[in-house]
């Protein structure tokens, strides 16, 4: 009987944590190529007042290329610019990606105001660069909520 008990303390435990996170809401995102790089979306979604970006990044040129995840910001629909969430609290070594090389990045962004947006740009200039520091341009990349 105390096994019983506890099963069914944990199974409402259990629904209780998973309902607290909030549904995944899926953004549709616009891939991003250029001569020097291509990030291609793998998945982009809101939960909550968050949105994660998860991104395949390749590196088109013959030297290396260095991401700075912290350094992605998201731009919203009114204008207003996020920095990475994680990034604001601590620091993430920069991926250094090879020549002609793919790498994942995930970066998130958190702020209250992402509850009402239905459509940010991901903004990664700022965040790639060559080994001799200057910055690679790179157009942002479109995300657009999809209807739920």
């Known amino acids: ?5 506890t099963l069914i303390g944990l199974a409402v435990l259990l629904q209780a944590l998973c309902g607290c996170m909030g549904a995944k809401h899926a953004w549709s995102p616009t891939p991003v190529a250029t001569p020097h790089v291509r990030i291609d979306p793998q998945q982009i979604f809101r939960q909550k007042n968050r949105i994660f970006v998860r991104v395949t990044f390749t590196n088109l040129t013959s030297n290396m ?10 731009q919203l629909y009114t204008g207003q610019v996020l920095r990475r969430s994680s990034g604001s609290t601590t620091r993430h070594e920069p991926y250094v990606i090879a020549a002609h090389a793919s790498h994942p990045v995930w970066v998130d962004f958190k702020d209250d105001s ?3 947006s239905t459509s940010a740009r991901v903004l990664w200039s700022e965040a790639v660069r060559d080994m001799a520091g200057h910055a690679i341009q790179i157009p942002p990349m479109q995300t657009t909520a999809l209807q739920q």
């Open 114 to 116: 992402i509850l009402n």
């Open 65 to 74: 290329l260095v991401v700075d995840r912290d350094a992605v910001t998201l």
């Open 1 to 5: 009987m105390k096994r019983w008990l």
